[in-house]
């Protein structure tokens, strides 16, 4: 039985390395005869799949680039032996992120993040900042930006997405045009009543965040500047 369960965790052709790992474990208690023959097969198995995923890995394929991260993370929990090929194919995962990256690149930078520890590669620390921040970034965005604590939230991930140098992604443009909107009609609302000073310089530091425009943000400051002057005087 043992063996037999050796042969079918075989023909999942890694698909399934718990029940591989599971099923080699109980034929070597077993001490099924035909282990050692099992155990090269396996072998080949990733070797195959190790040449397959490093031959069709491609430019910024978001396809390739998890395809051999799950190759390389195979390799590694079915303690495949042949340390050069592992570390080649890590090295060609690791070269794929290099250089620069844009808008455009960020699935395969979220796929090649995502299975870096797959691949147990070394990810450069700006791919790491970009992915927490488009995280933060679709976080905030499911809450929308209509209540103050979403609003709040909204900004907080838009100024992590800018310490991040995070690119004009689809994810920044759209909490910026939400909290550009939100901040702006806070702006005009507290405007319109009689704010103090300090509200009204609380919701131009929030509109200045959310990139509000030019004009409505001169016009606040010089709102403020009038009242925190005619504070002073009647103080």
């Given at each position: 039985?043992?063996?037999?369960?050796?042969?079918?965790?075989?023909?999942?052709?890694?698909?399934?390395?718990?029940?591989?790992?599971?099923?080699?474990?109980?034929?070597?208690?077993?001490?099924?005869?035909?282990?050692?023959?099992?155990?090269?097969?396996?072998?080949?198995?990733?070797?195959?799949?190790?040449?397959?995923?490093?031959?069709?890995?491609?430019?910024?394929?978001?396809?390739?680039?998890?395809?051999?991260?799950?190759?390389?993370?195979?390799?590694?929990?079915?303690?495949?032996?042949?340390?050069?090929?592992?570390?080649?194919?890590?090295?060609?995962?690791?070269?794929?992120?290099?250089?620069?990256?844009?808008?455009?690149?960020?699935?395969?930078?979220?796929?090649?993040?995502?299975?870096?520890?797959?691949?147990?590669?070394?990810?450069?620390?700006?791919?790491?900042?970009?992915?927490v921040a488009t995280k933060k970034l679709r976080e905030a965005l499911a809450d929308g930006a209509g209540s103050d604590a979403a609003h709040a939230m909204l900004l907080s991930a838009i100024a992590a997405a800018d310490a991040a140098g995070l690119p004009a992604t689809s994810e920044l443009t759209q909490a910026e045009a939400l909290a550009q909107a939100k901040a702006t009609a806070d702006l005009?609302?507290?405007?319109?009543?009689?704010?103090?000073?300090?509200?009204?310089?609380?919701?131009?530091?929030?509109?200045?965040?959310?990139?509000?425009?030019?004009?409505?943000?001169?016009?606040?400051?010089?709102?403020?500047?009038?009242?925190?002057?005619?504070?002073?005087?009647?103080?």
């Amino acid at each position: 039985i043992a063996g037999q369960e050796v042969a079918a965790a075989l023909a999942t052709n890694l698909a399934d390395i718990g029940r591989i790992l599971t099923a080699f474990q109980l034929a070597n208690r077993a001490g099924v005869a035909t282990v050692g023959a099992s155990r090269t097969a396996l072998d080949e198995q990733i070797q195959a799949s190790l040449a397959s995923a490093t031959a069709g890995v491609g430019t910024r394929s978001v396809s390739g680039i998890r395809a051999l991260g799950l190759a390389l993370h195979a390799a590694r929990k079915l303690q495949y032996t042949t340390e050069e090929e592992v570390a080649s194919a890590r090295r060609l995962y690791e070269s794929h992120m290099e250089g620069d990256f844009g808008a455009a690149d960020m699935p395969f930078v979220e796929a090649a993040v995502a299975h870096g520890d797959y691949a147990r590669a070394h990810v450069p620390d700006q791919l790491l900042a970009w992915d927490v921040a488009t995280k933060k970034l679709r976080e905030a965005l499911a809450d929308g930006a209509g209540s103050d604590a979403a609003h709040a939230m909204l900004l907080s991930a838009i100024a992590a997405a800018d310490a991040a140098g995070l690119p004009a992604t689809s994810e920044l443009t759209q909490a910026e045009a939400l909290a550009q909107a939100k901040a702006t009609a806070d702006l005009n609302s507290i405007m319109e009543g009689s704010p103090t000073a300090i509200a009204l310089l609380t919701a131009i530091e929030q509109a200045e965040v959310a990139k509000a425009p030019a004009a409505a943000l001169a016009t606040a400051r010089t709102q403020a500047a009038a009242i925190a002057k005619a504070e002073l005087a009647t103080a």
